[in-house]
């Protein structure tokens, strides 16, 4: 009965412990602010400031392939030797990466 107790706990604290993980990558600390996906360009840049770097990547079709959308990289750092690179698709941020400056 003890065993069993204490495998659901630890089951349950692992699946918590994933789960802040997948949340934790969906998101930017730039100072005492969060940026999340699907924050509009301007909102990045009030939270962020300016970007080291901006690199217009190219385009991609929207839904239904009716408008296309430019897409361009951010470049933030670095910060403790990362780079944080985030990617703009039709004026939304998508995606946030961290890379290990080289």
């Known amino acids: ?11 349950t604290t692992l699946a918590a412990g994933l789960l802040s993980s997948n949340a ?3 998101t930017l ?23 080291v770097h901006r ?3 190219g385009y991609t079709l929207g839904s239904y392939d009716r ?5 361009e ?9 990362m780079l944080s690179i985030l990617r703009f698709e039709g004026n939304r941020l998508t995606a ?3 890379r290990r400056e080289r």
């Open 29 to 51: 600390r730039c100072g005492s602010a969060l940026v999340s996906l699907g924050d509009r360009p301007f909102e990045v840049e009030r939270k962020c400031g300016a970007p």
């Open 1 to 11: 009965m003890i065993k069993r107790s204490l495998s659901i706990i630890t089951f």
């Open 96 to 98: 946030i990466e961290r």
């Open 24 to 26: 934790l990558a969906d």
């Open 73 to 81: 990289e951010w470049v933030y750092g670095p910060s403790n030797g």
């Open 55 to 57: 690199d217009p990547v």
């Open 67 to 71: 408008r296309e959308y430019m897409i």
